[in-house]
């Protein structure tokens, strides 16, 4: 299966300090989604972004599919960041639904 | 709220019992996806079941069974129940019109505790 690596696996941060959290991942996607996973351990969807730029408020996502990445970026940060952001995707060459999930980044942030 | 409901949100159980994770999918979404989330694992695929059909299946134990009923809902069935077997189970549901290619929406999901 596809191999989905983020990094940073930690990044604390002081409240307003803005972050990128990036995602490699090994073969060809059509999908790939960012997931904030609160600390009451609840998967909240950020993004669906197999490809292109969105913007949702303080939160944006780029993924380069061609180049097999895609980045988070977190800017003027709330301590209610603080939790594990996931990226998962979706195998381009399979006709199955599955997901493949990194490891995550946990964010701390300090007020 | 995604839409996605699972009871129980909690369940404490003994070595050897059998427990059933109960899932309801977004209205109109017609694919169910199962995955467990655990320390040593992180996020694993288990079982994705189709207008009732198993439709794929990942890294699920032989003791683990699912289902998907006529009104769409699905249950996971955990047997013989071992303490590695403590996780996070989460149901995420999808419309799975564009075979796969849309967003996967999570339930809350169902802590197990296996004493």
């Known amino acids: 299966g596809i191999q989905v690596e983020q990094s940073p696996p930690d990044l604390i941060l002081q409240e307003g300090a803005n972050s990128t959290l990036r995602c490699n991942f090994s073969?060809?996607?059509?999908?790939l989604q960012w997931f904030h996973q609160n600390p009451w351990g609840q998967l909240i969807n950020l993004f669906y972004?197999?490809?292109g730029t969105k913007q949702n408020g303080r939160l944006s996502a780029t993924t380069v599919a061609t180049e097999r990445y895609s980045l988070l970026y977190i800017s003027s940060s709330q301590t209610t960041d603080s939790g594990v952001y996931f990226c998962a995707v979706r195998d381009r060459g399979s006709t199955l639904g599955r997901l493949y999930f990194g490891r995550g980044t946990q964010l701390t942030v300090w007020p | 709220d995604s839409g996605v409901t699972q009871t129980p949100k909690h369940l404490i159980t003994a070595t050897g019992q059998r427990v059933t994770l109960r899932c309801s999918p977004r209205?109109?979404?017609?694919?169910v996806y199962w995955y467990q989330q655990s320390l040593d694992q992180g996020l694993q695929f288990l079982i994705q079941?189709?207008?009732?059909?198993?439709?794929a299946k990942g890294n699920i134990l032989e003791r683990f069974s699912a289902q998907q009923f006529p009104d769409l809902h699905s249950e996971l069935n955990l047997s013989s129940l071992e303490l590695g077997d403590s996780a996070l189970y989460f149901c995420?549901?999808?419309?799975?019109?564009?075979?796969?290619?849309?967003?996967?929406?999570f339930g809350p999901g169902t802590r197990l505790l296996v004493l």
């Open positions: 073969d060809s996607v059509n999908n």
């Open positions: 209205s109109g979404d017609l694919s």
């Open positions: 972004i197999p490809s």
């Open positions: 079941y189709y207008n009732g059909e198993e439709r």
């Open positions: 995420a549901s999808s419309p799975y019109r564009l075979a796969g290619r849309e967003t996967q929406y």
